[in-house]
């Protein structure tokens, strides 16, 4: 008769063979797989490691960890993300929300006062932003615009999830260029690709074969996009409306030196708790 694998027995196995794949915090990914396969919370495994798993979803968890040792993103093998304390459903569509990304929320909120506002999150991917962003401004009007279906696709499903379908609008678009008029809105905000093309080669194995490459990198320079948000942030903020973006190290002081030598006021960059370079943001000058 096969005797049932229990939980800590098996937690300890998964942990050394991710250990052995290279895996950060393996212990922390086998709980977090092992938890979304059973429906238990972590506290509950670390509370029963004498309970017996069927053989079902013993096999199941195997494969699990078979594909985290092989590489593939836990948020990918569960579906979920938590993002601003919402529980965010994500899939190889879109980019996984990272903890920094949450920077950029707070720069906006330190700089954009509640009220009616308008509030545009390109390249939206998931939504983070922007739902994070509607549960902050209960009056906001927001848009998320990404060039991907697919990835607008999740937005919807999260604005669904947490009941905002209602206060975001999804636009499918390459550019801010499909957005007609001028001095209309109050917040551009974005996580845009910002990885030169050459160093998407030294990004970890678990991003670069995995995440959605338009999401990480805009071309050779790293600085596409950005470029065309801090031209069309110029035709669509109203006077001192704010502008917000994600950046990295190596962009830091080129998008510094572009926004200074623009139509733009109180430009700032922000750190992470790193202490790197991770959001600029800037002011509309007044016409």
């Known amino acids: ?140 009007w927001i848009i998320a615009l990404d060039m991907d279906g697919g990835a607008l696709a999740v937005t919807g499903q999260n604005s669904s999830r947490h009941d905002l379908q209602g206060r975001v609008q999804r636009v499918q678009a390459r550019s801010l260029d499909a957005l007609a008029g001028e001095n209309w809105l109050d917040v551009l905000v974005s996580n845009p690709p910002y990885i030169r093309a050459a160093d998407l080669s030294a990004l970890p194995a678990t991003v670069r074969q995995h995440e959605p490459v338009q999401a990480l990198s805009p071309g050779l320079r790293g600085l596409e996009v950005i470029d065309s948000l801090i031209q069309g942030g110029l035709r669509l903020l109203l006077d001192a409306g704010t502008l917000a973006l994600e950046i990295d190290s190596p962009s830091a002081a080129g998008v510094r030196e572009r926004l200074l030598t623009s139509d733009w006021a109180d430009v700032a960059i922000l750190p992470d708790l790193a202490g790197m370079p991770r959001v600029v943001v800037a002011r509309r000058r007044r016409r």
């Open 1 to 140: 008769m096969t005797v049932p694998a229990r939980v800590g027995e098996t937690l300890a196995r998964a942990t050394r063979t991710l250990a052995d794949a290279g895996v950060e915090a393996p212990r922390h990914e086998a709980e977090i797989l092992l938890g979304h396969l059973l429906g238990r919370s972590r506290a509950a495994l670390w509370s029963h490691p004498e309970k017996s798993l069927p053989d079902g979803q013993h096999r199941r968890f195997l494969a699990l960890c078979r594909r985290r040792a092989a590489g593939e993103p836990t948020a990918y093998l569960t579906g979920h993300r938590e993002f601003w304390s919402l529980d965010l459903l994500v899939d190889p569509r879109v980019l996984i929300p990272r903890p920094e990304t949450e920077h950029l929320v707070e720069a906006v909120l330190a700089r954009q006062p509640k009220g009616i506002v308008r509030i545009l999150d390109y390249g939206a991917g998931s939504g983070c932003i922007a739902l994070a962003l509607a549960t902050e401004y209960p009056q906001a």
